[in-house]
């Protein structure tokens, strides 16, 4: 019942953290509501940029990852993110700041239709990036909803849960819009660094120290390989580093760097960031890793008795025995499942709360998209300037709430592995975006006909992969099965991963093909750049 | 292009394939060294960035 109860501490906590941003709020115009009046100081703008990046994934799904694949996640995820990430923001986030700050841009999308002087092509783009980036609003319904259920042992349904955690995300973004968002994401940031370090010492006393633990693991021929990287390939492993590249592209993070008070904010969240990175993903993986030797908590005993089942009969069972032994093995819970076992009941009732901050990471997104509504469709097609700054606010926060009403009414009626898929192939596409944003402030001959055919091209090649991972299903044995060879060539193939193409994870080739199709098409459509006033606004003369 | 360069190499040390199937010594007695590498890489990508802050920073954009 503890664990509940902190649950719902925590809600009203971070609803309270709402009504207070409220109250501090100063203009009420549709910059103090969406970017906080561009007015966050350092430590706010570090943590609750570093909280906006990180997913649900980074505490639940790092540990599961790690569970099944060993210490690779780390090198897969956290480096590579800590050598991209800051560096975006150093390169581009940088002068998004600047060009907002100039000249009042409040979404990457009023960016792009300045820099390229296009307008349609602004809502393609507008349209690409929200149909991306709902998923994730619906995940995160699901995941609350599943958590309260759980936390409660059932006490609270799904569907009362999703409801409670829809209204508390809802609350705090309607009344405290970016402010409120931003010290919420603060607060969450500040659970998630303190959770790491307390559960590694804690379960790490309870199972007698580490040391014996990795030794036996090492001894074992079925774990010996987590703790090394031999299950992958350097190409997979070289594929994941373009998954960073779609930080800087997703709207809520673009939107988030023109909150900043000053531009030396920047500096302390680009240095500090990759110290984040390892204080929440170190014990997240490490954790991930060692729970395959604790056979002694009944629940992961089941986990690892599923895995090696799969692993030996795998390809003799049928379908619906392999997937729900598959769900059986799911590492996502893996955490939940070490602490109960080994740590007292206040650090799970903690984690409980930590695992909420988690899944409601969905804040910033929700935000983000009711900015983006607001001003590249509301304002754009002449709302503001009949109904003034007043009714845009509103029309936000009118958003905010249809927004989460759907995203609830369509977590209780589709499956969630639709969703996870969308997702998993969000990040994908984001990155497919990136080139939009280097274009558009490196290149002074970038024209919005190459932005077009980045946005159609990011949009075709992600419903491509998707429709083709529902039609070919993934092999039951751990081998990957061609979808498409040329000669003795696998271009395409199907693993229980998902899709690669020629060994690489499609963000390769999609993020390529983006880059060659806006140097390519622009170089076709001179005629097309932007006046000189334009381009001097944004390369000098 | 300095700057170029220690990215380039960074990117580069990222892909340690010279540690790819070695798990042993194990850092600290309980990090298997892959792991530990990617911890140290980390906090060497912050003294970079450090440094690429103190260095390049664009306040022409100030």
């Given at each position: 019942?503890?664990?509940a109860?902190?649950v719902?501490?925590?809600?009203a ?9 409220r109250?501090?709020?100063?203009r009420?115009d549709a ?6 009046g561009r ?14 990046n990180?997913?649900a994934?980074?505490?639940l ?6 569970f ?8 897969l995820?956290?480096s ?6 800051p560096?975006?923001?150093f390169?581009?986030?940088?002068r998004l700041?600047a060009?907002?700050?100039?000249h009042?841009f409040m979404?990457p999308?009023?960016?792009?239709r300045?820099?390229w002087?296009c307008?349609?092509?602004g809502?393609?783009i ?7 980036l709902v998923?994730y ?7 609350g909803g599943?958590t309260?259920?759980a936390?409660s042992n ?7 849960g999703g ?8 609350g705090?973004?309607f ?7 931003a010290?919420?994401?603060t607060?969450q ?5 303190s959770f790491?370090a ?13 040391r014996q ?5 090492l001894?074992?021929?079925?774990s ?5 990287r031999?299950?992958v390939?350097?190409?997979?492993f070289?594929s994941?580093t373009?998954i ?5 592209a997703?709207?809520h993070i ?12 920047f500096r ?5 960031y990759?110290i984040c990175m390892i204080?929440i993903?170190?014990p997240?993986v ?6 395959n030797?604790?056979?002694?908590v009944p ?8 895995r ?6 795998g ?7 392999r997937d729900?032994l598959?769900?059986q093995a799911?590492?996502?819970d ?6 109960e ?6 650090l799970a ?16 997104q929700?935000?983000a998209?009711?900015t983006m509504?607001t001003?590249d469709v509301?304002t ?5 300037a009949?109904f003034g700054?007043?009714?845009q606010v ?5 958003f905010?709430?249809l927004?989460t ?6 977590a ?6 639709i969703f996870?898929l969308a ?9 497919s975006l990136?080139p ?8 002074r001959g970038?024209?919005k006909?190459g932005?077009l055919a980045?946005t159609v091209w ?7 992969i998707?429709i083709l ?6 092999p039951?044995?751990g ?5 498409l ?7 395409i ?6 899709t690669?193409v ?7 080739p ?12 622009s170089?076709?459509t001179p ?5 000189a ?6 390369f000098?003369? | 292009?300095?700057?170029w ?5 960074m990117?580069v040390?990222?892909?340690d ?6 798990a042993?010594?194990l850092?600290?007695?309980f ?8 911890a ?7 003294l970079?960035?450090?440094w690429?802050v103190k260095?390049r ?6």
């Amino acid at each position: 019942m503890l664990p509940a109860v902190v649950v719902f501490l925590y809600l009203a906590a971070v609803l309270s953290i709402g009504l207070v941003a409220r109250s501090t709020t100063h203009r009420g115009d549709a910059e103090d509501y969406f970017l906080a009046g561009r007015s966050l100081g350092p430590a706010v703008f570090l943590l609750s940029l570093f909280g906006a990046n990180m997913t649900a994934f980074s505490i639940l799904g790092a540990s599961g990852h790690a569970f099944a694949n060993g210490i690779v996640t780390y090198g897969l995820m956290a480096s590579s993110s800590a050598l991209i990430i800051p560096l975006s923001l150093f390169t581009i986030g940088t002068r998004l700041w600047a060009l907002g700050k100039r000249h009042g841009f409040m979404t990457p999308v009023q960016m792009f239709r300045d820099r390229w002087e296009c307008g349609h092509i602004g809502t393609v783009i507008f349209i690409v990036q929200a149909i991306l980036l709902v998923p994730y609003i619906v995940i995160a319904v699901m995941g609350g909803g599943t958590t309260l259920a759980a936390v409660s042992n059932g006490l609270v349904p799904f569907w009362v849960g999703g409801a409670i955690v829809s209204l508390v995300v809802m609350g705090y973004v309607f009344l405290g819009g970016m402010r409120g968002t931003a010290w919420v994401n603060t607060f969450q940031t500040m659970l998630f660094l303190s959770f790491g370090a307390i559960a590694v010492a804690v379960i790490g006393t309870s199972m007698g120290g580490f040391r014996q633990a990795m030794e036996s693991m090492l001894a074992s021929p079925s774990s010996a390989p987590l703790l090394t990287r031999e299950r992958v390939s350097p190409l997979y492993f070289f594929s994941y580093t373009f998954i960073p590249l779609s930080s800087i592209a997703f709207p809520h993070i673009g939107i988030f760097c023109l909150t900043a008070r000053r531009l030396g904010h920047f500096r302390k969240t680009i240095v500090l960031y990759p110290i984040c990175m390892i204080a929440i993903w170190l014990p997240s993986v490490f954790l991930g890793v060692i729970a395959n030797q604790a056979a002694d908590v009944p629940a992961v005993a089941a986990k690892i008795e599923a895995r090696a089942t799969l692993a030996a009969e795998g390809a003799t069972l049928s379908a619906e025995r392999r997937d729900d032994l598959r769900r059986q093995a799911s590492g996502d819970d893996v955490i939940l499942k070490l602490v109960e076992g080994y740590a007292p009941v206040w650090l799970a009732s903690l984690l409980g709360a930590a695992v909420m901050a988690a899944v409601m990471a969905s804040d910033s997104q929700i935000l983000a998209l009711s900015t983006m509504f607001t001003e590249d469709v509301f304002t754009f097609y002449r709302g503001t300037a009949r109904f003034g700054q007043a009714v845009q606010v509103q029309t936000g926060r009118l958003f905010v709430v249809l927004l989460t009403v759907v995203a609830y009414l369509i977590a209780l009626e589709m499956p969630q592995s639709i969703f996870d898929l969308a997702t998993q192939y969000a990040f994908a596409g984001y990155s497919s975006l990136a080139p939009l944003l280097v274009a558009a402030l490196f290149w002074r001959g970038s024209t919005k006909w190459g932005a077009l055919a980045v946005t159609v091209w990011t949009a075709a090649a992600v419903a491509a992969i998707a429709i083709l991972q529902s039609i070919v299903p993934a092999p039951s044995s751990g081998a990957a099965t061609a979808v498409l060879s040329v000669g003795s060539l696998d271009v395409i193939t199907r693993s229980a991963a998902g899709t690669m193409v020629l060994g690489l994870l499609p963000v390769v080739p999609m993020t390529m093909i983006s880059a060659l199709l806006m140097i390519v098409v622009s170089r076709m459509t001179p005629s097309s750049q932007p006046g000189a006033a334009t381009l001097a606004r944004y390369f000098g003369t | 292009m300095l700057a170029w360069l220690v990215f380039a190499a960074m990117y580069v040390l990222h892909q340690d394939v010279w540690f790819w199937r070695a798990a042993r010594p194990l850092v600290f007695g309980f990090l298997p060294l892959g792991l530990a590498y990617h911890a140290a890489y980390t906090i060497a990508v912050s003294l970079m960035l450090a440094w690429l802050v103190k260095h390049r920073w664009p306040s022409h954009l100030d």
